[in-house]
Nanobody, 123 residues
Framework: QVQLVESGGGLVQAGGSLRLSCAAS????????MGWYRQAPGKQRELVAT???????DYVDSVNGRFTISRDNAKNTVYLQMNSLKPEDTAVYYC?????????????????WGQGTQVTVSS
């Protein structure tokens, strides 16, 4: 079993910055892609950013140039640096990881989610 624990959310004024962290723990053999999603009230969950195990990144257009995703493979941790925040960035942010668990000859591939962290941007 794998747990993803997020931290770093909070309340910030428009134009401010926040840094989210998500640490994975458990019976981890390898983590492939990691990502951040968000869900605003009354809206569907949307993909914000992803990063592969070798560092390739991708962003939704609305955050491109303002948000930066990164990861520390040694710590099984993914980060989301959010700059120039806007009120429309207000949402619950969830981290996601594609994880191989178990041992080399008996691996199981699953997707895991964090519990979510609230980000609120005031105007």
């Amino acid at each position: 079993q794998v747990q993803l624990v997020e931290s770093g959310g909070g309340l910030v004024q428009a134009g401010g910055s926040l840094r989210l962290s998500c640490a994975a723990s458990g019976n981890i053999f390898k983590i492939n892609a990691m990502g951040w999603y968000r869900q605003a009230p009354g809206k569907q969950r949307e993909l914000v950013a992803t990063i592969t195990s070798d560092g390739r990144t991708d962003y939704v257009d609305s955050v491109n140039g303002r948000f930066t995703i990164s990861r520390d493979n040694a710590k099984n941790t993914v980060y989301l640096q959010m700059n120039s925040l806007k009120p429309e960035d207000t949402a619950v942010y969830y981290c996601n990881a594609e994880v191989f668990t178990g041992v080399a000859r008996d691996l199981l591939y699953s997707t895991y989610w964090g519990q979510g962290t609230q980000v609120t941007v005031s105007s």
